[in-house]
């Protein structure tokens, strides 16, 4: 009896944690202030994949990033308000991280049924420049056996929201500055065509005058 108490508390210890999700997918507020969305596809330069372990795929129709690596990773750098991360989700889903600007979420891919669309989102943020990291933590533990040798995570791209630039948002008053420049510029060349004519005449008449003075 002694032995048996001794031993099985070191054996249960060798048995790894898996570490629990931390993130629930919820609808994202609608957009009122003129916001707009922009893809970007898995194979979109911007986004930096940790190395050749990330072979390209096709999934959920369109061509993805594919990974089963525990410490693989993404980076992706974006200015907006809001991104959503889509990729297949299914019984070979696993388990990643998703840090935005240092704050992390747990999140597991694992569904019951496959599906493809957003596994996992951050919205209400400001409207300036963040940096996002993706990296693959383990396989779910509710993968079944059967599933295990087909466990990834395959991503098929980001949607990202944002403003509209204050920059250019502010039409009213940019466009009349810069409207009439083109006809500005006809005033201008019309006016210098105008004093090169008038210049000509001048120099014709004091050719004439030139002419009739007696020598």
Request: with cysteine.
């Amino acid at each position: 009896m002694v032995t048996s108490a001794s031993t099985n508390p070191s054996s249960s210890s060798s048995i790894p944690t898996l570490p629990q999700a931390t993130y629930s997918l919820i609808p994202a507020p609608a957009a009122t202030d003129g916001s707009f969305n922009t893809s970007i596809a898995a194979l979109d330069p911007r986004i930096q994949y940790s190395g050749p372990q990330w072979g390209v795929t096709s999934t959920c129709n369109t061509t993805s990033k594919s990974c089963s690596d525990p410490a693989a990773f993404m980076l992706f750098q974006f200015t907006g308000t809001a991104i959503f991360m889509n990729l297949n989700m299914g019984l070979t889903g696993m388990i990643y991280s998703a840090t935005l600007d240092g704050s992390s979420d747990i999140v597991n891919g694992f569904r019951p049924t496959d599906s493809c669309g957003t596994g996992w989102s951050r919205f209400g943020l400001s409207n300036v420049l963040h940096m996002l990291n993706i990296t693959i933590i383990s396989n779910s533990p509710q993968t079944p056996n059967s599933s295990l040798a087909d466990a990834a995570v395959d991503f098929s791209g980001f949607i990202v929201t944002s403003k509209p630039n204050t920059t250019n948002s502010a039409g009213p008053s940019s466009s009349p500055t810069t409207s009439p420049t083109p006809t500005s510029s006809s005033s201008t060349l019309s006016l210098n065509l105008r004093l090169a004519l008038l210049y000509a005449c001048v120099a014709f008449a004091m050719m004439l005058l030139v002419k009739q003075m007696p020598l």
